[in-house]
């Protein structure tokens, strides 16, 4: 039923409706100005709430479910079509669904309602489809605000933002304000919808295409509230006020005692004819209602703690933490982390290859208890990796690189490093040998076994030249250890390109051509290898890798059974998902600033989702199948052809492996200096222009600068784990990723398409944890590692402010959850109509 300004009822949709006459003194010039702008000092300040008596008995509805729509507005004139369309499709929302989800709908456009208590307090909800405007009286406003206190529900939309310009208060409810420069135009544009969960979101497509009047907001509301979707300015022209990558649309919170949930969609006739778009008011409805409980605090800033649980080490100790590299969660709830090697500025760095303990370097494993909130320095191995600053030829980023814990740990202790031991350096060659080597713990002092080791899997490296040593692992749910390594290869040579260059070596041994190691089949450099360790310390190949070891060519070319991935650069993290046994990786690229139309694409720093063995391209391909220039001898200034992507070749001198390389899988995201996920126009040959001018960027919420990426878990959320500090159900599903930089660099959760990511597929939405997972010098400003414990909280390795070494702001971090569960509490949920 719908009653007019003087309660008459109105029977028939035919019956033209009147805007309430004389509800503002101004203009619609001056409204137009006010509604515009923020609120001017002077305004009318918010309600007094001593201007009303009302005390709407806590939660307001009675027996039988009901929602007031109120449309009334400030401006004179005909009854907005949008208005008719809005009441009519929410009177068909109550009258559908599941009889116990049902409610009845009044509509008016007189304000004295929220002056009348007992009226008011029938209702179970309140929506504002209203133009907008000064609408309401102080006394009114302040009924309004008595009604949220007492546990109400708010649904505004689209103009709602307008309503009340003058009202802080207001301001709170709806969580932002219209911007000047909105484009007035009806556009058809892609929302991007994050929230999988909320009765609002979570039927709706992940990218919703639909046209409406698109709003731009004074100040971006998320953080503050829990924005459920996006508008993807990319796919529209969002006008002089855009608010870029991060651009809500739909959001809800807990307000003032009350639910409150926004939409700035709506703002057409057609919209309400949308099945999903009144799939996605009925959800908002029936939150608001009481009718179902939802988590609307789970991306409010305020909800999460970080804090800092290490200390600085002590002057010349390692007491506390090493030159943090890696860390891993055990599942009594300890974490086990672990320092690369580098000394702190006190200690000295030996450079000189005549000498015996050149870069020699202790490797330590730390333990922190968060039963006692005490470290304990479980062990320390000798490592080739106390080096660092100065030229090409005396930094070095070997050393103690990566952790796991055996599945069974909690019976047999066991402890996977990967690591650079001193002891097997060759200080004539600049040869070292890398390993993974499985040693005991004992659980009751928290000390490591070093006579316990058991070499599972050796190879050699060049020492001559740094860098990229990868160094994380990862088990799936088959018990398959999962190791990453970098491409043993010079970042100089190739002018920041490719890193191909085939003749800088050392005593016989390539240290500039990753074509070598990355590129190569035969070598276990640049790859992200699989094996099954065994009991007695040996290990076996699983089904499904890239080669089985057996494959030659003409030649003697050869391949390497333990290879799951090859062509990545420097893979310092990866993870898996046990729920899928999807593997997730980012690697750091190589170091050009700008895209060049001779050698290829500047550096990209990459993130990969891969679902099955495959080439990532390095040194030949990279982001989105782009290929690089090849070089060869006998002199490789000059450059030849371009590579082809899908059919890669590995003719350098340096080969020993396979000449003819699997296809190149795309990568799901990649960033420049210039921005995120640059694209080119090609040739009719496949070739990108490499044109800065040219390029496009599909992922905006990436930006440039300096660049080293940090693949972080995906969230899984444990309904049985008691935890009074875990990450929300929200976070379900979505995959972490990050970079060491913190300045405009990703610290993002992602959502990606399982249908397409195995095979490049970009995100499908992206959301910053930047005001979760703190920034600044002060927070955690060079992320290193990244991982949820068993008790939900995320646990998050700050390597400090130097390199090589370990320094006053080197910490282990937590960030926990404080904000509940949902709401409204089970025991305040109302009944439907039945």
């Known amino acids: 039923m719908r009653f007019s300004s003087h309660h008459e009822p109105v029977h028939h949709r035919s019956v033209r409706l009147r805007r309430r006459a004389g509800a503002a003194s101004l203009t619609a010039g001056l409204l137009a100005a006010g509604l515009l702008s923020a609120p001017a000092a002077g305004a009318r300040p918010a309600p007094d709430p001593s201007l009303t008596t009302m005390s709407i008995k806590s939660p307001p509805g009675g027996a039988e479910v009901r929602v007031l729509i109120f449309y009334g507005s400030a401006a004179s004139g005909e009854e907005s079509p949008v208005v008719d369309a809005g009441i009519a499709a929410i009177e068909k929302i109550g009258l559908s669904g599941p009889a116990d989800q049902r409610f009845t709908v009044t509509a008016t456009d007189d304000a004295s309602v929220f002056t009348n208590e007992k ?204 030159e943090p590299h890696g860390m891993v969660t055990a599942p009594d709830g300890r974490v086990f982390y672990i320092g690369r090697g580098g000394a702190d500025s006190s200690q000295p760095v030996i450079t000189d290859w005549n000498d015996p303990d050149i870069g020699k370097g202790k490797g330590q494993i730390h333990v922190y208890d968060p039963a006692t909130k005490k470290v304990t320095l479980a062990g320390e191995l000798t490592v080739f990796g106390n080096k660092g600053g100065g030229d090409e030829l005396t930094k070095v980023e070997e050393g103690l690189l990566g952790i796991e814990l055996d599945p069974a740990f909690e019976q047999n202790g066991w402890v996977y490093l990967h690591y650079t031991p001193h002891s097997r350096i060759n200080r004539d060659t600049h040869m070292a040998e890398r390993r993974v080597s499985r040693f005991t713990l004992d659980r009751a002092t928290d000390k490591l076994d070093l006579g316990s080791e058991k070499v599972l899997l050796k190879w050699p490296v060049q020492i001559h030249s740094c860098c990229h040593a990868g160094g994380g692992m990862a088990w799936d749910s088959k018990g398959n250890l999962y190791i990453a390594t970098g491409d043993n290869n010079s970042s100089g040579f190739s002018d920041g390109y490719s890193g191909n260059n085939p003749e800088p070596n050392f005593k016989g041994v390539s240290f500039a051509d990753a074509r070598r190691t990355a590129g190569n089949t035969n070598n276990l450099n640049g790859k992200i290898l699989r094996i099954h360790p065994e009991p007695d310390g040996t290990y076996t190949l699983p089904e499904g890798n890239l080669f089985t070891g057996k494959e030659t060519a003409e030649g003697g070319g050869k391949t390497r059974g333990e290879i799951y991935v090859m062509g990545v650069r420097n893979p310092a993290r990866i993870s898996v998902d046990k729920a899928t046994d999807t593997l997730y990786a980012g690697w750091v690229g190589p170091d050009a600033g700008s895209p060049s139309p001779t050698w290829g694409p500047a550096k990209y720093d990459t993130f990969a989702v891969i679902t099955k063995a495959s080439n990532r391209g390095w040194p030949y391909c990279m982001g989105n199948k782009q290929p690089y220039r090849d070089r060869n001898l006998p002199d490789p ?156 909280s995320l646990y998050v390795l700050d390597y400090g402010r130097g390199f090589f070494t370990s320094d006053a702001k080197s910490a282990l971090w937590r960030v926990t959850y404080t904000g509940g569960g949902p709401t409204p509490a089970a025991g305040q949920l109302a009944r439907g109509t039945r």
């Open 637 to 792: 200034s000059k450059p030849l052809g371009w590579y082809d992507c899908d059919h890669p070749k590995n003719e350098s001198p340096n080969n020993d492996g396979l000449v003819n390389l699997p296809p190149v899988t795309g990568n799901n995201i990649w960033y420049s200096p210039d921005g995120g996920g640059p694209d080119f126009p090609r040739d009719e040959n496949g070739v990108p222009s490499y044109r800065k001018e040219e390029a496009t960027y599909k992922l905006p919420w990436l930006k440039g600068g300096g660049q080293a990426a940090m693949d972080g878990p995906v969230y899984r959320y444990d309904a049985a784990a008691d935890s009074a500090v875990k990450w929300p159900r929200y976070w379900d599903g979505k995959w972490f990723v990050g970079d060491f930089y913190d300045a405009d660099q990703p610290r993002n959760a992602v959502l990606m398409d399982p249908a397409t990511q195995g095979d490049g597929g970009l995100p499908v939405h992206s959301e910053s944890l930047k005001k979760i997972v703190p920034v600044g010098n002060d927070g955690i400003k060079n992320l290193m590692d990244w991982k949820f414990g068993p008790d939900g």
């Open 119 to 322: 009226r008011l307090g029938r209702f179970n909800a309140v929506v504002f489809l209203t133009g907008g405007g000064d609408v309401l009286d102080p006394e009114q406003e302040a009924g309004l605000e008595a009604y949220m206190e007492a546990g109400g529900g708010f649904l505004g939309i689209h103009d709602a933002a307008r309503a009340e310009p003058y009202s802080d208060w207001f301001t709170g409810l709806v969580g932002a304000r219209p911007a000047a420069g909105s484009p007035s135009a009806v556009q058809r544009a892609t929302v991007e919808v994050g929230d999988r969960l909320h009765p609002a979101t979570k039927d709706l497509p992940v990218q919703w295409k639909r046209p409406d009047k698109w709003l731009n907001w004074q100040r971006n509301p998320s953080g503050d509230v829990h924005t459920v979707a996006r508008v993807r300015e990319s796919t529209y022209q969002p006008g002089s006020s855009a608010n870029g990558w991060d651009h809500p649309v739909s959001w809800c919170r807990d307000y003032d005692g009350g639910r409150s949930f926004y939409t700035g969609m709506g703002g057409t006739v057609s919209s309400y004819d949308e099945t999903d778009f009144r799939a996605h008011l009925r959800g908002a409805l029936l939150w608001t209602t009481r009718l179902v409980r939802a988590d609307c605090k789970a991306t409010i800033t305020g909800n999460y703690k970080a804090e800092r649980l290490t200390q600085p080490n002590q002057p010349g100790q390692n007491d506390q933490i090493g």
